[in-house]
């Protein structure tokens, strides 16, 4: 199992920045890589950025692309999200994951931390 806990987030003007930190231990080494995801209210998780551990092999969402960063820390066993230039419609509650090495899926997740963006 892979355990996984989030820190960060809260609430900020649009324009501002937040980050995010996502904290694993336990069997990382099945750990291909990390997610973060999003959940706005009434709608379904949409993905937003992931890092592989190795290459630090990066993607975004289109709608992130420029304004969020993730980075990893190996020693630390750690993830971030630096979200800048927030807008409102970034308000959701935010989940890292954690993609497995044996099936790629994201089959292990934190416990959601809400980024409320007030315009």
């Known amino acids: 199992q892979v355990q996984l806990v989030q820190s960060g987030g809260g609430l900020v003007q649009a324009g501002g920045s937040l980050r995010l930190s996502c904290a694993a231990s336990g069997r990382t080494f099945s750990s291909y890589a990390m997610g973060w995801f999003l959940q706005a209210p009434g709608k379904g998780r949409d993905f937003v950025a992931s890092i592989t551990w190795s290459t630090s092999m990066t993607s975004y969402a289109d709608s992130v692309k420029g304004r969020f960063t993730i980075s990893r820390d190996n020693a630390k066993n750690t993830v971030y999200l630096q979200m800048n230039s927030l807008k409102p419609e970034d308000t959701a509650v935010y989940y890292c994951?954690?993609?497995?090495?044996?099936?790629?899926?994201?089959?292990?997740w934190g416990q959601g931390t809400q980024v409320t963006v007030s315009s």
């Open positions: 994951a954690s993609r497995s090495v044996l099936t790629y899926e994201y089959d292990h």
